[in-house]
Nanobody
Framework: QVQLVESGGGLVQPGGSLRLSCAAS????????IGWYRQAPGKQRELVAA??????????NYADSVKGRFTISRDNAKNTVYLQMNSLKPEDTAVYYC??????????????WGQGTRVTVSS
């Protein structure tokens, strides 16, 4: 019933910027943690950034490789998470996957993955 759909990926030159979006749809009551993983060719999937809401306070964590360059944010009213990516490097090239943990819906509490959006950083 719940679906995560990513958007915003594409081709960008080194030093450029992209903003990824992930919208969760369905009869969602709340999402505990939502964030982004990425997987480059031949490499394991790794956490990029995640954000957890506790009351009115959001707690974000980032991989060391993106800290200071990427910013994660969420709009709980829209069940949407964003990843603003600045100063992109070729090593950021990967498929970026949205991940939601502790999604409360009318059907229960589950975790979900999106199908990914491709980011290519190249000259």
């Amino acid at each position: 019933q719940v679906q995560l759909v990513e958007s915003g990926g594409g081709l960008v030159q080194p030093g450029g910027s992209l903003r990824l979006s992930c919208a969760a749809s369905g009869s969602i009551l709340s999402i505990n943690t939502i964030g982004w993983y990425r997987q480059a060719p031949g490499k394991q999937r790794e956490l990029v950034a995640a954000i957890t809401s506790l009351g009115s306070t959001n707690y974000a964590n980032y991989a060391d490789s993106v800290k200071g360059r990427f910013t994660i944010s969420r709009d709980n009213a829209k069940n949407t998470v964003y990843l603003q990516m600045n100063s992109l490097k070729p090593e950021d090239t990967a498929v970026y996957y949205c991940n939601a943990v502790g999604v409360v819906s009318t059907r229960g509490v589950y975790d979900y993955w999106g199908q990914g959006t491709r980011v290519t950083v190249s000259s």
